[in-house]
């Protein structure tokens, strides 16, 4: 009669360990505040003299941002959702002999956007290249009236629908967080964003061409909110052990059993772990038996008992009624585990740490 066979096989799961990094979105308003949000339009007709107006940006953009809950820093920030609007402008200008003009337009539509996300943010000082993300006006009129000696009175009719100007930031921007309150599992954060922007093209309106050039920085606040990844415990573990860095795979004091096992018991790094390992404990008519004797303190992680017929083969977990504390062993769980198999059949047995 084949009776079961154990292999002591300590072979832990590796998990990922969390980061604390986590992604959040945003949303953020423009502010009505001196300084920003006021985009200087200049347009430069031949000839004629300059003209400019102020356009003064309003409505909500949505960010994507990359936020270290432990460090309160961010490290990418990507614009995904920016509909803006700027108000109306008007310019005039008259020159003796040579000419005048009268232009003044719609309220304008803009869109503020990452090419290519994400845009990179210096996590030390919260600033990126402006570079990074773009700012083109898609929708609103321009018309007025040019008038010269050469060319005669002209009516101009731009629609910036027909023919989208923008460009990119320019210099640097920033993202500045402060935290406003946190729970034991999520942390809220103010955020204010600071963009500067420059256009530079040239329109083409009834023949004449027409140089735009549009200037001002941006400034955009909101809230977000971030979920809190508990550190690892195993990292904790191997910190206080004096093992930083290793992994639950290793087996840094050179015993014969990883780290995750080591760790998974509730052992200390230079515990002894065999006592507490898969042991048989003889046999019964109907049973072959083993024992865990899990240390006094509780183990620190769930333990998970597995099988297989041939150790080439998957292992998959042993039947919780098999266990008497059940499959997986909770974490926590001290004294003895006992383990019974089916008498006739062969096979072998792992101990995995599991989540």
Known sequence: M???AAALFLLPILLSPPTSAAPATATLTAVNEAGFNRINLEFEPPVLPA??????????????????SETDEVSEMSIVDGNIQGSEVE???SVFLLGSYDLESSTLDAILDTPNPPGIVDPATGEFDSSQHSFTVVSGDLSGEISTLLTGTSEISFNFADAPIGGTGIGTGTVTLTPTGSTPTSKTYDVDVRLP???????????????IRAEGTAKMVGS???????????TTWAEQNNLAGSTRLEDSNGDGVPNGIQWALGLEASDNPYPHLLAPNGTTDSSVDFVISLPSAGTAAPLLVVTASDPSEPFLPLGGVLVNRGNPIPAGSTGLVTIKLPRGEQGFLQLVVTE
């Open 91 to 93: 310019m005039s200008a």
């Open 2 to 4: 084949k009776t079961a």
């Open 197 to 211: 922007i420059a256009v530079d093209e040239i329109f083409e309106a009834e023949g004449f061409e027409i140089p």
């Open 51 to 68: 003209g400019s107006d102020t356009s003064r940006l309003s409505g909500t953009i949505e960010v994507l941002l990359e936020i270290d």
């Open 224 to 234: 977000t909110t971030i979920e809190i990844v508990p550190e690892d415990p195993f």
